[in-house]
């Protein structure tokens, strides 16, 4: 089965950094666009920023210049460099791969990991 794992939240203080990372793994065929969205509490779920397996990338405009998105195709693992951190950003990062896997090609989600902006 497939699996996408991330890892890399914490809390950190204003203005401050972290990388987060989302190794996908299982019976992977091949990887089309992975992304990064995130959830705040009492809000929707959006997205942050996406990369396609050619290296095309978008980012929503709240993060553009303070996030960078990134991926390592031979370890099947994407990464989020988040710098300049708002307190808006606290929220729970997930992350979501589009995957052939042994159920064809579907989107996959993992777990989400946390991220606390605050002094």
């Known amino acids: 089965q497939v699996q996408l794992v991330e890892s890399g939240g914490g809390l950190v203080q204003p203005g401050g950094s972290l990388r987060l990372s989302c190794a996908a793994s299982g019976s992977i065929y091949g990887i089309y666009t992975m992304g990064w969205y995130r959830q705040a509490p009492g809000k929707q779920r959006e997205l942050v920023a996406t990369i396609t397996r050619e290296g095309r990338i978008t980012y929503v405009d709240s993060v553009r210049g303070r996030f960078t998105i990134s991926r390592d195709n031979a370890k099947n693992t994407a990464y989020l460099q988040t710098s300049s951190l708002k307190p808006e950003d606290t929220a729970l990062y997930y992350c979501?791969?589009?995957?052939?896997?042994?159920?064809?090609?579907?989107?996959?989600w993992g777990q989400g990991t946390q991220v606390t902006v605050s002094s």
């Open positions: 979501k791969a589009n995957l052939w896997g042994v159920d064809g090609l579907r989107d996959y």
